[in-house]
């Protein structure tokens, strides 16, 4: 259960709460200076093998949604695109595409497969909702496995809602998708991760902003996104701020929690409960 909402002046226990539980998740400082890699790591390669398979042989209700949408066909803003996993599929039915993302690597990637594919690409190098001004409004915006990055999380949905013409479809894992680390964390570091927010929590937040939208869980087939076990384990590794060192000893461990060396898949949403989430926007 919830906790009731705080009094009008402040924000409701309900955005407290999101905000709180994502602040949970950051690492600790002395495990962070104990290694020279960044554990933020972006596997660019497995972005863009996950884009060009969903472009591949698009599915799940997040695209089903997206392309009714776009009956007649129409423009499209993608909100933390990365290679392009949730605008590529739709280029059939989309008169121009914008995206928006932090990674400019990224984009590049995104705006690479666009124009080999005949479709004008704006891209936008920025954080979303400051860049919203300079995306403009769209016929349909997708959001992708995004939200559980957004601390501030009203104004954030509050931009993606002005910026649709037609529909908003958001889609993210049910639960927190580092949440299958955390077994790792406490194998070694000691470290007790946290298991929240959820899309339910998301869910609650939208009712509570007067945003009323549909939902729909569904479980995303796992995919090739990494070339080899061997790709998987440095990702897991740098994730976990272990150094390279222990290479052979996270290997041990994802073995021994189950995964298939000859079907390395991401240990985030791949294979996960998954959850649609669409809205009418109000962009005009």
């Not at 590049?108 to 001004?133: C, F, N, S, T, Y």
């Not at 790792?184 to 009323?212: K, N, S, Y």
Request: with cysteine.
């Amino acid at each position: 259960m919830h906790e009731e909402r705080n009094g009008a002046a402040g924000p409701s226990a309900l955005l407290a709460r999101w905000r709180s539980e994502l602040a949970a998740w950051t690492i600790p400082e002395h495990i962070i200076a104990a290694v020279s890699e960044s554990p933020r790591v972006l596997p660019h390669r497995v972005f863009a093998r996950r884009a060009d398979r969903m472009a591949a042989s698009p599915s799940g209700p997040s695209f089903s949604r997206e392309w009714a949408a776009l009956d007649p066909p129409g423009t499209v803003l993608d909100v933390g695109s990365g290679a392009g996993a949730a605008s590529l599929p739709l280029l059939a039915r989309s008169t121009s595409l914008t995206a928006v993302d932090s990674d400019a690597d990224m984009l590049a990637m995104l705006g690479e497969r666009a124009a080999a594919a005949g479709v004008p690409a704006r891209l936008i190098h920025g954080q979303w909702p400051e860049v919203a001004p300079e995306a403009g409004v769209c016929d349909v915006v997708t959001c992708h496995h995004v939200t559980y990055n957004v601390q501030d999380i009203a104004p954030f949905l509050a931009a993606l809602t002005a910026a649709g013409r037609r529909k908003v479809v958001l889609e993210m894992t049910a639960t927190h998708p580092l949440v299958t680390l955390n077994g790792l964390w406490l194998r070694f570091h000691g470290l007790r991760r946290p298991d929240g927010p959820t899309a339910d929590d998301l869910m609650a937040i939208l009712a509570e902003l007067g945003i009323v939208a549909g939902h729909e869980r569904w479980t995303r087939p796992s995919g090739a996104d990494y070339e080899s076990f061997a790709e998987l384990t440095d990702v897991t590794r740098r994730r976990l701020c272990l150094p390279p060192e222990r290479l052979a000893d996270v290997a041990a461990a994802l073995r021994e929690s189950g995964v298939n060396p000859d079907h390395p898949v991401d240990l985030g949403s791949s294979g996960r409960e998954v959850v649609t989430i669409w809205w009418d926007g109000t962009g005009s």
